[in-house]
């Protein structure tokens, strides 16, 4: 792994971990993790291969990707603080968080150290045509739970937010059809 890999990987972990103090939802808590994985996006995406299985690896990876970003940004836990929405990683939130992160860094790290006769033999073996569907389906997959995670954030903090303000609070219950 090059110095820029390192330092990828570990500026997306620390963005959870920063998260586990509570702070204030605002636009720097989208546009940080965006910014890393757009350029990780830049850097290590070159094409998304489609030949073989490698869509197949692709798909599978990136679900991963949206179920640990999904779950994480449900096991985030959002709330109103006067006019402000703050937010805090629990515990289930990081660890998803690190599982994602650190099961691609551990991936590099086995393939680079003695995993990549593996690798090459699983790849031909499920017709996987070579390393950049590999490196596809991570970047994808790294990018589908940021992305899902803030996504989920995001809705959330709308509907806790709508839930507080003053104006759904005075709104009329909505009346409830006795005849049918």
Request: cysteine-free; aromatic content about 8%.
């Amino acid at each position: 792994m090059t110095t820029t890999d390192w330092i990828t990987d570990i500026a997306l972990v620390l963005v959870v971990f920063r998260q586990l103090r509570e702070g204030r939802l605002d636009l720097k808590t989208f546009l940080v993790p965006l910014g890393i994985v757009a350029f990780v996006a830049h850097t290590y995406l070159d094409t998304v291969p489609t030949a073989g299985n490698d869509l197949v690896l692709i798909g599978a990876l990136t679900a991963v990707g949206a179920a640990l970003g999904v779950a994480g940004g449900v096991y985030t836990r959002i709330r109103v603080a006067g006019e402000h929405l703050l937010i805090k990683a629990g515990a289930v939130s990081a660890v998803l968080w690190v599982v994602g992160m650190g099961a691609r860094m551990g991936f590099q790290v086995w393939v680079r150290n003695g995993g990549a006769d593996d690798v090459a033999r699983f790849s031909v073996t499920h017709h996987i045509t070579g390393d950049q569907a590999w490196v596809a389906a991570f970047v994808l997959m790294a990018l589908t739970e940021v992305v899902t995670r803030l996504a989920t954030i995001f809705v959330r903090g709308r509907i806790v937010a709508h839930r507080q303000s003053p104006s759904a609070a005075t709104l009329p219950a909505p009346a409830l059809d006795r005849t049918a």
